[in-house]
């Protein structure tokens, strides 16, 4: 069969508030749409991120684009975060590049294992498959930052539901952000 050609295209990006032009909707998450999320349940009309993807087919292996502009916040200690995924297709990977704020990507693989970035204006932050990935607004201004991803991937949050959230939480401590275990993590 024949692949669709597409025809090429291209946006622009505010680094600051992370919107696009020409423009798209964005997705909105506010805490009453991640009561779980967090170690301790929380809620609230509060919004914590918003997503403006730049949509493409989901066939030969076209590449998914989004901004994400994650505001500074924090509730019950934990710094404002997205949900968080794996992805549906384990093997797919993500690029991540920040485009301003100051952040920390969190990373987690099936068995457990943890890894955490700081993300920032400039940074390049490779998530491979098998990896979930949630990123953390350790900063007082909106954390922005494009991602990029096989466009087939597909969210699977229920795993991270399941599991209880990340191996770990992003609080502040003394010395700045640290993680530190969560308590209502449970190993799949
Ligand atoms: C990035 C990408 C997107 C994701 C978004 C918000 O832009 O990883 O795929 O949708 O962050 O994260 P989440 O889907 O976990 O809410
Ligand atoms: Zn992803």
Redo the contacts with the bound molecule.
């Keep these: 069969m024949k692949d669709t050609l597409l025809v090429p295209f291209s946006f622009a990006i505010d680094t600051v508030n992370g919107t696009l032009a020409p423009e798209r909707p964005p997705?909105q998450?506010r805490l009453d749409d991640?009561k779980t999320a967090y170690a301790q349940e929380t809620s609230g009309d509060d919004l914590v991120?918003e997503?403006r993807?730049i949509d493409v087919p989901t066939t030969n292996s076209n590449l998914?684009?989004?901004?994400?502009t994650l505001y500074p916040g924090k509730t019950n200690g934990e710094y404002y975060m997205?949900?968080?995924?794996f992805h549906q297709k384990r093997d797919r990977a993500?690029v991540?590049i920040g485009l301003s704020g100051e952040g920390r990507l969190l990373m987690s693989s099936e068995s457990g294992e943890v890894v955490v970035e700081e993300m920032r204006a400039g940074s390049v932050n490779y998530?491979p498959g098998g990896w979930a990935?949630?990123?953390v607004n350790v900063g007082e201004e909106p954390l922005v930052?494009?991602?990029v991803?096989i466009a087939d991937?597909g969210?699977d949050?229920l795993a991270i539901e399941h599991q209880g959230g990340f191996p770990v939480i992003i609080v502040e401590g003394e010395n700045g952000p640290e993680a530190v275990p969560n308590p209502r993590f449970q190993q799949a």
């Design positions: 997705v998450r991640m991120y997503v993807q998914l684009s989004s901004t994400t997205t949900k968080g995924h993500e991540y998530v990935h949630r990123s930052f494009y991602a991803y991937a969210q949050y």
